[in-house]
T-cell receptor, first 116, second 113 residues
Framework: DGGITQSPKYLFRKEGQNVTLSCEQN?????MYWYRQDPGQGLRLIYY???????QKGDIAEGYSVSREKKESFPLTVTSAQKNPTAFYLC???????????????FGPGTRLTVL | SQKIEQNSEALNIQEGKTATLTCNYT??????LQWYRQDPGRGPVFLLL?????KEKRKERLKVTFDTTLKQSLFHITASQPADSATYLC????????????FGGGTRLMVKP
């Protein structure tokens, strides 16, 4: 089966702890993205990567970090510097990074992070 | 700044009727617009894409229109079914490299039998 997997589905964290959310894709896509979704709000872009070993900040990168050491993997670390980390986190990928590309994004099932 | 508006109130309709969802945007000239479906607790799933030079796009019971003058897209589901109940998100291209998107807040659709 081709697709994107995220783990864990639910994650609980104590304040002051860093946590890492996993995202793996076997679609051979070049581009990968991390979004955050809060109730009643749209998806907000945290980080994106268009190629291995390169990534860019999105709209709300503060308090987050990522790596892209392998094409299929794009883990997100939520650091203790993120002031309001409780949210639903979605990872996505797409096939084309060319200027003007219009391919859809494929999403994983999401990780719900709750800070206790 | 760029802004996308979708009706935050849920849309309730009767089975068999046509559902129409609205996506308005300001300070934007997107090259294309996409619509996604999201079920509770799950990731969005792509439905349709429409480009700036297209007025209308259809796929089975779905129809999307794109009016770049009004800065508005309409998403229609004809002969709606309870299984169509979900949140529908519009997403606009950002114009930079790759498939970068900005998402609206989504509209929840409830189809009653």
């Amino acid at each position: 089966d081709g697709g994107i997997t995220q783990s864990p589905k639910y994650l609980f964290r104590k304040e002051g702890q860093n946590v890492t959310l996993s995202c793996e894709q076997n679609l051979n896509h070049d581009a990968m993205y991390w979004y955050r979704q809060d109730p009643g709000q749209g998806l907000r872009l945290i980080y994106y990567s268009q190629i291995v070993n390169d990534f860019q900040k999105g709209d709300i990168a503060e308090g987050y970090s990522v790596s892209r050491e392998k094409k299929e993997s794009f883990p997100l670390t939520v650091t203790s510097a993120q002031k309001n980390p409780t949210a639903f986190y979605l990872c996505a990928s797409s096939t084309d990074t060319r200027q003007g590309a219009d391919n859809e994004q494929f999403f994983g099932p999401g990780t719900r992070l709750t800070v206790l | 700044s760029q802004k996308i508006e979708q009706n935050s109130e849920a849309l309730n309709i009767q089975e068999g009727k046509t559902a129409t969802l609205t996506c308005n945007y300001t300070n934007y000239s997107p090259a294309y617009l996409q619509w996604y479906r999201q079920d509770p607790g799950r990731g969005p799933v792509f439905l349709l894409l429409i480009r700036e030079n297209e007025k209308e796009k259809r796929k089975e019971r779905l129809k999307v229109t794109f009016d770049t003058t009004l800065k508005q897209s309409l998403f229609h589901i004809t002969a709606s079914q309870p299984a169509d109940s979900a949140t529908y998100l519009c997403a606009l291209s950002r114009g930079n490299a790759g498939n970068m998107l900005t998402f609206g807040g989504g509209t929840r659709l409830m189809v009653k039998p």
